[in-house]
């Protein structure tokens, strides 16, 4: 994620006179600004995630229901196939063999 360029100047000999001025017990509040921005930046990201996470909740659940669909269509196709491999089975131990041959072959394709 990015964040933009820092609006702060980074300059070295600054940064060795804040180092002075603090050891001399100096307080600027620059933590402060600092925490406070980072602060925002990881509300801002939590924010991004949580969406993130019911979008893919979403998506899951419709998948779910997908899934389900096909699995139980493809029950019904296994209990019809059964169902005729058992009718064509009674039919040639019947020996009605002409009735079992299409049968048998109607459950194949």
Not at 10 to 21: I, M, S
Request: aromatic share 4%.
């Amino acid at each position: 994620m990015d964040i933009g360029q820092c609006s702060k100047v980074h300059n070295l000999a600054l940064r060795a006179d804040y180092e002075a001025a603090v050891k001399k017990g100096k307080i600027y509040h620059y933590d402060e600004d600092a925490m406070e921005h980072l602060e925002k930046f990881i509300s801002e990201c939590d924010r991004k995630t949580e969406l993130a996470k019911k979008r893919l909740a979403e998506q899951q659940e419709d998948l779910t229901i997908e899934q389900t669909t096909k699995v139980n269509a493809i029950h019904e196709m296994a209990e019809k196939i059964g169902k005729k491999l058992a009718e064509a089975e009674s039919a040639g131990e019947a020996g009605d063999v002409d009735k079992s041959w299409p049968s048998s072959k109607r459950s194949r394709s």
